[in-house]
């Protein structure tokens, strides 16, 4: 059910099975009611885990992104969690001269969780895509004869 929801609103291509990591219905509301229910998914794209969550206000009709109840989010590959957005930074840049596999991995972090007590002004890698810089940033020079 959860995926179904959340397809009519996603926005990556068609969700396949491989890349749901989890899902969950909630129902909220009072005992007597329950009118509310609410989809959250993760889903896998590549390197990055989106969080997607319907959420529900008794009608489907009127659930739409304009209206503010579907929303996909990144969570910190650290942490797990999507909270304090302000305090989340990608990994990469969009600088079109880069080398695909080198302009870095997308996945969401917290500057918190990486040491980092602002979001950087600069371009800012993962410590996993600064290695992968660094190492192909490394000139080899031959062995003089």
Same mark, same amino acid.
């Given at each position: 059910?959860?995926?179904? *929801?959340? *397809?009519?609103? %996603?926005?990556?291509?068609?969700? +396949? ?39 529900? *206000? ?8 304009? +209206?503010?109840?579907? %929303? ?28 695909? +596999? ?18 950087? +002004?600069?371009? %800012? ?21």
């Amino acid at each position: 059910a959860a995926v179904r *929801e959340v *397809e009519a609103f %996603w926005t990556h291509g068609p969700i +396949e099975a491989a890349q749901v990591e989890g899902a969950r219905v909630r129902t909220r509301g009072t005992r007597k009611t329950r009118t509310n229910t609410d989809y959250e998914l993760d889903v896998r794209v590549g390197e990055v885990l989106y969080r997607a969550s319907v959420k529900g *206000e008794g009608d489907p009709a009127v659930r739409c992104p304009e +209206e503010g109840r579907v %929303w996909v989010t990144q969570p910190c590959v650290v942490c797990g969690k999507d909270d304090k957005e302000e305090a989340l930074l990608l990994c990469g840049t969009d600088d079109a001269g880069v080398e695909p +596999e080198l302009s870095g991995c997308n996945r969401s972090h917290h500057t918190h969780c990486v040491g980092l007590t602002a979001v950087p +002004e600069d371009d %800012w890698f993962c410590s996993l895509c600064e290695r992968k810089r660094s190492t192909s940033e490394k000139v080899i020079v031959p062995a003089p004869h």
